[in-house]
């Protein structure tokens, strides 16, 4: 798919590797819809990028009405979708058991809403709009679904049970998702990211990073957010794509710890 000119939505585009991916995909002359809740990090990346580039809608992913009203809103306002990011997620630290009891129901479920349903929410809704596009090339294209997982969706590490269950539940959706859309022309991949530094990284102490780093076999380091963004724009060129599941991470294989 040609990107110039084309439209996409990136949940999650305010911060990290969904802003990498906004300003990727403005660099390739796509119309940016950013749905965050973060408005004031969305406004600094549209007054960079440019109001006639990129727009912000404040949404919760896991919010149906909400997630409707904005991807309708952004066909009003750029008049078509052509691809659609799902980056939007939250992580989780508690064990199946552990000594202060089983693992709490009110941990699991918002990482259950926002990672897996949320990406489910966004994908349908973005979906019903692609298939009312022209097609974009001879194949009789006309979008593309872009999710992304985790490693940790293979080797979900101690504590990380709600975060690796929606990882494993959106690398689980990918090819069945895409044998739905086929017949509307619309694509589906996931991006499956190792470790990837992210402001979250600067946070941790140096011994810790480099710790992080070591585990990654080669190259020697954490992968950058531009990387992740440079696999979304692949994902959308390429038409011969689909039903994938990729992993981006050094050839990482997580530890139990």
Not at 7 to 29: D, H, P, Q, W
Not at 60 to 75: H, R
Not at 107 to 131: C, H, K, S
Not at 175 to 191: E, F
């Amino acid at each position: 798919m040609d990107l110039q000119g084309k439209v996409a939505i990136v949940t999650g585009g305010a911060s990290g590797l969904g802003r990498a991916t906004v300003e990727a995909y403005v660099a390739k002359g796509v119309k940016v819809a950013i749905f965050d809740l973060n408005e004031k990090l969305a406004n600094e990346l549209i007054e960079e990028l440019g109001a006639d580039n990129a727009a912000f809608w404040s949404v919760n992913v896991a919010d149906q009405d909400a997630v409707k009203a904005a991807v309708e809103g952004v066909v009003e306002k750029f008049g078509a979708l052509h691809i659609c990011n799902n980056f939007a997620g939250i992580g989780s630290a508690s064990k199946t058991l552990s000594k202060n009891g089983p693992f709490p129901m009110e941990q699991w479920q918002p990482v259950i809403d926002i990672n897996l349903t949320g990406t489910f929410n966004v994908a349908r809704y973005a979906a019903e709009q692609m298939a009312k596009n022209e097609p974009v090339n001879a194949d009789g294209g006309r979008g593309v679904i872009i999710n992304t997982a985790s490693v940790a969706a293979y080797e979900g590490q101690v504590g990380q049970l709600a975060y690796s269950a929606t990882k494993g539940g959106v690398v689980g959706m990918t090819l069945p998702m895409a044998r739905d859309l086929a017949s509307y022309g619309v694509r589906v991949n996931t991006i499956v990211p190792g470790l990837i530094h992210t402001p979250l990284f600067e946070l941790i102490p140096e011994q810790a990073y480099k710790s992080l780093e070591s585990q990654v076999v080669y190259p020697h380091r954490l992968g950058k957010p531009a990387e992740i963004a440079h696999m979304s724009v692949f994902m959308a060129e390429n038409d011969y794509l689909n039903g994938e599941c990729i992993r981006l991470d050094g050839a990482i294989r997580m530890q139990p710890r």
